[in-house]
Nanobody, 125 residues
Framework: QVQLVESGGGSVQAGGSLRLSCQVL????????MGWFRQAPGKERAGVAA???????TYADSVKGRFTISKDNAKNTLFLQMNSLKFEDTAMYYC???????????????????WGQGTQVTVIS
């Protein structure tokens, strides 16, 4: 059974930093994408950052230059380093794993079939 276990959310002042972690348990495929998505109240879930099986990364325009996605393959753990946080970054953050939705669609949630339970990030302005 595949499990994605997230940690690292919390409350932080605007301009501050947080680091999210997501450990993947039970996923045996060597060719999969991993991503971070977020959902704010009243809004749809949106892709934030993703990393392909070859290590290439993709970011939403709203977080470019501030967020960094990385993966520790030995520990099967995904990270999201979030710097210069803004009030509008406030959301529930989810990690996800899956085959991906195709070229150029790595931030599309339809390409992911395993999801974590979510971790809340609140940025205080």
């Amino acid at each position: 059974q595949v499990q994605l276990v997230e940690s690292g959310g919390g409350s932080v002042q605007a301009g501050g930093s947080l680091r999210l972690s997501c450990q993947v348990l039970g996923y045996t495929s060597n060719n999969y994408c991993m991503g971070w998505f977020r959902q704010a109240p009243g809004k749809e879930r949106a892709g934030v950052a993703a990393i392909d099986s070859d290590g290439s990364t993709t970011y939403a325009d709203s977080v470019k230059g501030r967020f960094t996605i990385s993966k520790d393959n030995a520990k099967n753990t995904l990270f999201l380093q979030m710097n210069s946080l803004k009030f509008e970054d406030t959301a529930m953050y989810y990690c996800a794993a899956g085959p991906g939705a195709g070229a150029g669609l790595i931030l599309n949630s339809q390409g992911y079939n395993y999801w974590g339970q979510g971790t809340q990030v609140t940025v205080i302005s």
